[in-house]
């Protein structure tokens, strides 16, 4: 099996790298750092993310698996002390292949369109202050937006960001994208929903800003200051991200370990 390993850079991480790299030696396994079958990653899921976007141009023929340093995270559900049972696993079991949605971006500026690809969400920012855009929804507009910023998840990523704003967690076989506004600001002048809005596959959002404005925008942990945004679209993109399962974990005990606690019944 040919595999790609990243991790967070930290002592424990390096070491459990260099342990797995042992381990899926004497196994067999290659490493393949330009077309890999497997990605792993270890540290958090900020690393997976990390993992996501250096091997997001082949993302259709990749699978990831996240193996987490700290505490559980959404995409590192390994532990560290279960490598071994990983990679006995990867020897003699075919893993279930669990697919969730992504979110496609477009920002146009006056010199073009560039494409993105989240995994967890697009956010949008004011460098000022107070960020002032039109939304609308299926080329219809359907709000001001005025506050502190936009934030469209994916559903893998409404456990992230968009559940600190207050949006739904929503299971990753819905395919979905989720609009969630951070502090808008909501008085006889001005007015948004004020809720989260959940838009399906084939709708999209434009959002356009003042192309005067500086923006943050963020994709996933990467953030880059733009100007002269004239518009940005958000939809679910055509394509998926994969990882490879060895074992069940469903989706909704990931959300009752990571919030609510095992034993809390
Ligand atoms: P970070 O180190 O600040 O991590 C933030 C936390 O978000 C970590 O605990 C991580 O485990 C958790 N996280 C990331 N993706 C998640 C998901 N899909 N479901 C549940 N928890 C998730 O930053 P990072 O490691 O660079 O990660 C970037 C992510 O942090 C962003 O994609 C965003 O989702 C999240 N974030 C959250 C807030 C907030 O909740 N107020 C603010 C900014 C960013």
């Not at 010199?111 to 969400?121: C, I, W």
């Not at 200051?225 to 055509?238: A, G, H, P």
Request: contains cysteine.
């Amino acid at each position: 099996m040919n595999y790609a390993l990243l991790d967070r850079g930290d002592r424990l991480s390096r070491e459990l790298s260099k342990k797995f790299q042992t381990l899926a030696s004497a196994r067999g396994f290659t490493v393949n750092e330009k077309s890999p079958d497997i990605v792993l990653s270890i540290g958090g899921d900020g690393t997976l993310l990390q993992a996501f976007h250096r091997f997001k141009e082949q993302i259709e023929e990749v699978a990831f698996i996240g193996i987490h340093t700290g505490h559980l995270g959404f995409y590192a559900d390994w532990k560290k002390d279960e490598l071994s049972e990983l990679l006995d696993l990867m020897v003699t079991s075919q893993p279930g292949r669990v697919q969730y949605p992504l979110l496609h971006i477009d920002i146009t500026t006056r010199t073009g369109t560039s494409e993105y690809l989240a995994l967890n969400e697009f956010t949008l920012k004011s460098v000022d202050g107070t960020l002032v855009a039109a939304l609308h929804i299926n080329d219809e507009p359907f709000e001001m937006f005025r506050g502190d910023g936009i934030v469209i998840s994916t559903p893998s990523g409404s456990t992230g960001y968009n559940k600190s704003l207050g949006g739904a967690v929503i299971h990753p076989f819905l395919e979905a994208l989720q609009i969630a506004e951070i502090a808008s600001i909501n008085n006889r002048v001005y007015r948004t929903l004020g809720s989260s809005v959940i838009l399906p596959k084939h709708h999209h959002c434009d959002i356009i800003p003042d192309p005067e404005e500086e923006l943050f925008i963020g994709i996933d942990h990467l953030v880059m200051q733009m100007s002269d945004v004239q518009s940005i679209t958000c939809r679910v993109s055509e394509k998926k991200v994969t990882f490879a399962r060895y074992r069940p974990f469903p989706f909704w005990n990931r959300v009752r370990e990571a919030f609510i606690g095992s034993g809390n019944h």
